[in-house]
């Protein structure tokens, strides 16, 4: 049951990956907290897909925004 505003919400599974988006300027490369990957972004590659396991650390710390979910084949 939602109270107070609360959105309801559903957990990101691992045949889906985060659309996260650089809100940063200079080139970067940052490690998933979760899985330790690297993830390059720049300011003309800003949308990159992500690890649902990434996702919420690199969304928390400000320098990323939570865009999306995308299915993926598992290819």
Same mark, same amino acid.
């Given at each position: 049951?939602? =109270? =107070? +505003?609360?959105?309801?919400?559903?957990?990101?599974? *691992?045949?889906?990956?985060?659309?996260?988006? %650089?809100? +940063? +300027?200079? /080139?970067?490369?940052?490690? +998933?907290?979760?899985? @330790?990957?690297? %993830? *390059? &972004?720049? @300011? #003309?590659? *800003?949308?990159?897909?992500?690890? /649902?396991?990434?996702? /919420? !650390?690199?969304?928390? $710390? @400000?320098? &990323?925004?939570?865009? !999306?979910?995308?299915? #993926?084949? $598992?290819?």
């Amino acid at each position: 049951m939602k =109270c =107070c +505003g609360q959105v309801a919400t559903r957990a990101i599974t *691992r045949s889906q990956q985060a659309r996260i988006r %650089y809100e +940063g +300027g200079p /080139p970067v490369v940052v490690a +998933g907290p979760a899985t @330790g990957r690297a %993830y *390059r &972004f720049s @300011g #003309t590659d *800003r949308v990159q897909l992500v690890d /649902p396991r990434d996702a /919420p !650390g690199l969304a928390r $710390g @400000g320098m &990323f925004r939570l865009i !999306g979910v995308v299915e #993926t084949t $598992g290819d």
